[in-house]
């Protein structure tokens, strides 16, 4: 069974960092790119980046870019999102998603973590 | 960038009601489009893919359609596991995917 399962969430201060962690397990990591996606309170969905298998091909929104670093260690079936100088805009919940060519036809993000909230506040 | 516009923004309807959800990109983006529904509390569940294709154990009720631009999302039958939130996805710009704004269907 895939399973995605986020931890690092919590409580930071405007400015500050804070790091997020997505466990997977029931499917073969390495081979897929991987997303972080994001939503406020009360608001839609977010795209926030994307790092490929080998972490060779990487992007973010405009609105972390600069602030955000996406990695993954594909020995520990694991992916980050170390986030850096965060602004109350930020507090979402944050949710990663594997990428896969659904149907071997077009991209989409066929599962996704149960999601980790993330809140920026004084 | 490729801005997806949901209309509406919310819904009322009731079991058994057909109803159909409408996506706008802004600029064609052939069938790149895929829709998620989303539960309270929950993370989004993707519904169909590449505009018109159900992923697999999705119920027949759900169909989705368009090209270009225009998208639509109809839920023929409405049941009571369907009230949720739906959200469009734009994927010919992957992997800088965007979404609508989502529309929440509550029962009338």
């Known amino acids: 069974e895939v399973q995605l399962v986020e931890s690092g969430g919590g409580l930071v201060k405007p400015g500050g960092s804070l790091r997020l962690s997505c466990a997977a397990s029931?499917?073969?990591?390495?081979?897929?790119?991987m997303n972080w996606v994001r939503q406020a309170p009360g608001k839609g969905l977010e795209w926030v980046s994307y790092?490929?298998?080998?972490?060779?091909?990487?992007f973010y929104a405009d609105s972390v870019k600069g602030r955000f670093t996406i990695s993954r260690d594909n020995a520990k079936n694991s992916l980050y999102l170390q986030m850096n100088n965060m602004r109350a805009e930020d507090t979402a919940v944050y949710y990663c998603?594997?990428?896969?060519?659904?149907?071997?036809?077009?991209?989409?993000?066929?599962?996704w973590g149960q999601g980790n909230l993330v809140t920026v506040s004084s | 960038d490729i801005q997806m516009t949901q209309s509406p923004s919310s819904l009322s309807a009731s079991v058994g009601d057909r109803v159909t959800i409408t996506c706008r990109a802004s600029?064609?983006?052939?069938?790149?489009l895929n829709w998620y529904q989303q539960k309270p509390g929950r993370a989004p569940n993707l519904l169909i893919y590449?505009?018109?294709n159900l992923q697999s154990g999705v119920p027949s009720r759900f169909s989705g359609s368009g090209s270009g631009t225009d998208f639509t999302l109809t839920i023929s039958g409405l049941q009571p596991e369907d009230f949720a939130t739906y959200h469009c996805?734009?994927?010919?710009?992957?992997?800088?995917?965007?979404f609508g704004q989502g529309t929440k269907l509550e029962i009338k």
């Open positions: 998603g594997r990428d896969e060519l659904i149907g071997g036809r077009l991209p989409g993000l066929d599962y």
């Open positions: 029931g499917f073969t990591f390495s081979s897929y790119g």
């Open positions: 790092i490929s298998t080998s972490s060779s091909r990487i």
């Open positions: 600029q064609s983006i052939s069938n790149y």
């Open positions: 590449a505009a018109s």
């Open positions: 996805q734009q994927t010919y710009s992957t992997p800088m995917y965007t």
